[in-house]
């Protein structure tokens, strides 16, 4: 409620540009009106640069209920053609994890997707 209150205030106030920082884990919201194809290259970029290891990664994506399918599809086969492995190799999309402990939660979310398939 006070965030709410903060972000109205703000919008009525003036007409000057506001950005609050407002929690979570940085969603990426793409609507259906989008470039597909843009939305799911950005998507992609902005879960997996740096590993998501940064202050600016999403960390969910929320698609709206008419392109969702297609959007999952397409991000699912996107990840299938990244390249994992040496990060001073200038083709490898995704290098090696920091720490042993996020490596098993990653290899647990992979693990669960492929029984489960992209939702």
Do not use: W
Not at 89 to 115: I, M, V, W
């Amino acid at each position: 409620a006070v965030v709410s209150t903060q972000s109205t205030g703000c919008a009525k106030s003036n007409l000057k540009k506001c950005s609050l920082e407002q929690g979570g884990k940085s969603p990426l919201i793409i609507f259906s009106d989008c470039d597909m194809s843009s939305a799911v290259r950005n998507g992609m970029g902005s879960v997996f640069f740096n590993k998501g290891e940064n202050c600016i990664a999403a960390g969910r994506l929320f698609v709206e209920r008419s392109i969702h399918d297609e959007f999952v599809a397409r991000a699912f086969e996107e990840c299938k053609k990244m390249k994992i492995g040496d990060p001073l190799d200038r083709s490898t999309a995704h290098g090696p994890q920091n720490h042993r402990k996020h490596y098993q939660s990653l290899l647990d979310f992979k693990h669960r997707s492929e029984s489960e398939g992209p939702t």
